[in-house]
């Protein structure tokens, strides 16, 4: 219907995290207007965190997510750290860095196969999915169940972990508690390695855009619970400089800020990258699995993520059992941080890609200004360009089919509308122009 | 095992329904969960008799309890749903397609009226909240 105009309105997307709709009007091959529509009621995290001790940012922002509270609680503790000037090594460091490594388990896990497989394989859900697919989907129930043993042993409970601290952990695990996790990550590894070539092996709409990705990077590991903030453009700031190269804008249609780059525009944060910006420094196995089906960092197709993540997932398990063969529980398992009269920020990377944290803290060590900035918030821009040039030269496709590969297309993003502010309202409109 | 799962958000006004009966019953095992259904699958055994205390959106008048045998009914689309990807009805089903049900499954929904941030129950919701978790509590 290359003459006609229509409109196309998805009220709900399933498979994503939150409550949203996406808006596409359509003028013979143009799209006229495009809008990513998160209407998740604003939650005012920012603003009851103002009035509350320093300490209890970790499980207050924790709350944010049910699906990546590690990275919450994370990214709040280098920002407080970062106020009173310290940074956290050695084994307590390492513990976090496992804890986070649960978290990306559990979340990739739950969107690889979940979520975002049924897509490439014409399941409307994991269900159908699950009776044509028993084993598979058996695999990832027990990996997903794997992310959140760690989660629980590491961080006390599965959700909303309540053993994170500012300065470390209120309780180290011992080594044998880590130990009962071995046997686990070694199936596991073998079980994200096969799942890499499982993903690989579907098939990926021909699209490719140009991204400025940014992500964390440390010069020696993938970066995860700390870092540099790099880009594929240049840039390399410390996170404390994040307010003088990023701003976050209002659109009418979202209850989520967008993130811009100043003087540039939207960007791409996630595991794409990651990928792209630190794929060097993947785990030998992660490298090996990637190289197997032929990606390599850089790659820009975003239905591609699918296959990041799998490879993430043996990434996180082969480096989740180094840091428990090398483990010495910290004693104290914590150190102490007072910070006064003084700015904190901290990022980290969560499954969905930066997250951004900012607190200001007064004399008596309370908050007085907060600024969270999440992963999806980051996207927002990213989609909507995703989806405006996917829907060029594919305006021919019929409402239904338009339909699926926009959700796809979306869920590449694996967003956490929850994060950025719920479900996805996807109206497409064509009007015939002679009408 | 006899096991009582309540799951909602204790700060989400009706939404709490579930997770204020299985802070109210003590003669069973409890767990309660606000997010992470896909967990529930890992809560039971094949042999467990397990109850789900959730909120629902049906239509029905706020505060109307309704019983369902999941073993031998499915749960209606929609009514069990969840903010986040995977709700119960959703992990429910997926555990009867892949063989994982327990050996007894009742699900108990409770009407929810309004379930905005930050609002206490309402008392139509409350009241069934006491009802259900002092029958339970019998059983």
């Known amino acids: ?435 | 095992m006899r096991r009582l799962i309540g799951i909602g958000n204790p700060d989400r006004g009706d939404d709490a329904a579930g997770w204020e009966v299985a802070g109210r019953v003590t003669s069973w095992d409890v767990s309660r969960l606000t997010a992470g259904s896909l967990s529930l699958i890992d809560l039971w055994q094949d042999d467990d008799e397990v109850v789900i205390v959730d909120a629902m959106k049906s239509g029905a008048p706020v505060g109307t309890v309704v019983c369902i045998d999941a073993i031998c009914d499915r749960l209606p689309h929609g009514a069990f749903s969840s903010t986040h990807a995977f709700g119960p009805a959703a992990v429910v089903e997926l555990a009867r397609t892949m063989a994982r049900l327990p050996r007894s499954l009742i699900v108990y929904g409770i009407e929810a009226g309004q379930v905005e941030h930050g609002t206490p129950m309402t008392t139509a919701v409350a009241t069934a909240v006491d009802q259900l978790a002092l029958e339970l509590q019998d059983a």
């Open chain 1, 1 to 435: 219907m290359p003459n006609d105009r229509r409109e196309i309105a998805v009220d709900y997307l399933a498979r994503v995290e939150g409550e949203g709709a996406m808006y596409l009007k359509i003028d013979g091959d143009e799209v006229t207007d495009l809008q990513f529509n998160i209407f998740e009621p604003p939650r005012f995290y920012e603003a009851f965190l103002r009035g509350r001790y320093f300490g209890e940012a970790p499980d207050i922002t924790a709350r944010i997510c049910g699906i990546c509270p590690v990275a919450y609680q994370t990214s709040a503790v280098n920002a407080m750290e970062n106020a009173a000037g310290m940074f956290i090594g050695g084994q307590i460091r390492e513990l976090r860095r496992l804890l986070y490594f649960g978290e990306w388990i559990e979340s990739h896990t739950l969107h690889v196969y979940m979520l975002h497989a049924p897509d490439f394989l014409g399941y409307p859900s994991a269900i159908e999915m699950a009776a044509d697919l028993p084993d598979v989907v058996g695999n990832a129930l027990r990996l997903k169940k794997l992310g959140n043993t760690i989660m629980t042993v590491v961080g006390g409970r599965e959700i909303h972990p309540i053993n994170v601290r500012v300065g470390g952990f209120y309780r180290a695990p011992t080594k044998p508690e880590l130990q009962a996790l071995v046997e686990e990550l070694e199936w596991a590894v073998e079980t994200a390695v096969a799942t890499v070539s499982l993903v690989a092996g579907f098939d990926f709409p021909d699209f490719d855009r140009e991204y400025e990705f940014v992500a964390l990077h440390h010069p020696d590991e993938y970066a995860i619970t700390d870092g540099r903030i790099v880009s594929s453009s240049g840039l390399d700031i410390d996170p404390t400089e994040w307010p003088d190269h990023f701003e976050e804008t209002h659109v009418e249609w979202s209850n989520a800020l967008h993130a811009n780059i100043k003087g540039g525009g939207g960007y791409y944060v996630g595991p794409m990258a990651r990928f792209a910006l630190n794929g060097e420094q993947l785990s030998p196995l992660a490298l090996a699995a990637a190289s197997s089906v032929g990606l390599v960092p850089g790659v820009t197709n975003p239905f591609k993520s699918i296959i990041v993540r799998a490879v993430e997932i043996v990434h996180a398990c082969e480096t989740a059992l180094e840091i428990i063969a090398a483990y010495e529980p910290p004693d104290p398992p914590f150190l102490t941080v007072e910070p006064r009269s003084a700015t904190g920020h901290g990022a980290s990377e969560a499954p969905r890609g930066l997250l951004y944290h900012r607190y200001e803290i007064d004399e008596n060590e309370m908050i007085v200004d907060a600024q969270i900035v999440p992963p999806t918030s980051q996207n927002q821009r990213s989609i909507e360009e995703d989806l405006r040039q996917y829907v060029t030269g594919r305006t021919h496709l019929d409402d239904e089919t338009l339909q699926w590969q926009l959700e796809q297309a979306i869920r590449n993003y694996d967003p956490c509308i929850s994060c950025a502010t719920h479900f996805l309202d996807l109206t497409v409109d064509r009007t015939d122009p002679q009408g």
